[in-house]
């Protein structure tokens, strides 16, 4: 079975700085693999290396059995032009700290923007397909809200519902609760969870560490820019090896 991502010794300076120092590891289709660790570690990099934000330096890095931003023929590999980048980017949905919603458009319009604009969907296909992803975040009868006149965690379950409505086959979710207030966190994390349930690959990020043992298939904790440790949540988070891991640990929970 091809991984949905695949990292084989990635590398990733920014300048003089080093941030990933040779990152391993590989997420299965429908697993949901929660990344965890301090902050500086690397972990927002990573994602942007696999959603083409960022270009690594070294190593290899694969999606769905593709190399990340370049071609392979034969033993030469050749950089994918912004068009082929675009493409392979519909791929990937990705939740951020901040919801980033468009904020002069409904949460329909939000919805239904990139499939119109990117994948050239009529609207009325995208419309009844954006319906359908609020109604699944919970959010049914706020399509014409604009995101002034929804909560955080009404804002975020939005910025899911836009995500999935490209029908990505990996989704990224970059401390997707971080910038919520406590009570809201819940139902964001809910959604996340009915997604699991469905069988989507997901990458989370995240200090949740309720969520990571109970939704995570794997949880790896970085630090310093490489993996120190991974394994099944059970292991990791209740019994570390590492003593950087511990310390971690006794620090979120
Ligand atoms: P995390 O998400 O684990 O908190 P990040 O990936 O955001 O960590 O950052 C890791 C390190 O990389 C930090 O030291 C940060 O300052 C640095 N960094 C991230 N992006 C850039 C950038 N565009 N230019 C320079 N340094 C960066
Ligand atoms: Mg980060």
Redesign the pocket.
């Known amino acids: 079975m091809t991984a949905m991502v695949k990292a084989e010794g990635v590398h990733k300076s ?1 300048g003089p ?1 080093q ?1 990933l120092k040779g990152i391993d590891l590989e997420v299965a289709p429908r697993e949901v693999f929660c990344l965890i ?1 301090p ?7 990573f994602l942007r290396c696999i959603n083409h934000l960022e270009k690594i330096n070294s190593g290899r890095l694969y999606v769905d059995g593709d190399l990340v931003g370049y071609r392979q023929k034969g033993d030469k590999l050749y950089e994918l032009k912004d068009r082929e980048v675009a493409e392979k980017r519909r791929d990937i949905g990705m939740v951020f700290q901040r919801f980033n919603l468009f904020p002069h458009m409904t949460a329909l319009e939000n919805v239904i923007e990139a499939p119109v604009q990117v994948k050239r969907e009529t609207k009325a296909v995208a419309r009844e397909r954006a319906l359908r992803l609020l109604d699944r975040v919970g959010l049914g009868d706020k399509a014409g809200n604009y995101p002034s006149q929804l909560s955080g965690g009404q804002q975020q379950r939005v910025a899911i519902a836009r995500a999935l409505a490209m029908e990505p086959k990996l989704m990224l979710f970059d401390e997707p609760t971080s910038a919520l207030d406590p009570e809201l966190v819940g139902e964001v994390l809910d959604v996340m969870r009915g997604l699991a349930e469905e069988g989507m690959t997901m990458i989370v990020v995240t200090h949740e560490m309720g969520f990571a043992r109970e939704v995570g298939d794997s949880v790896v904790f970085m630090d310093d820019g490489v993996v120190v440790e991974s394994g099944q949540p059970r292991e990791v988070l209740t019994n570390p090896r590492h003593e950087r891991t511990k310390s971690f640990l006794s620090k979120v929970l």
């Open positions: 920014f700085v941030v660790g902050s500086g570690s690397g972990k927002s990099t």
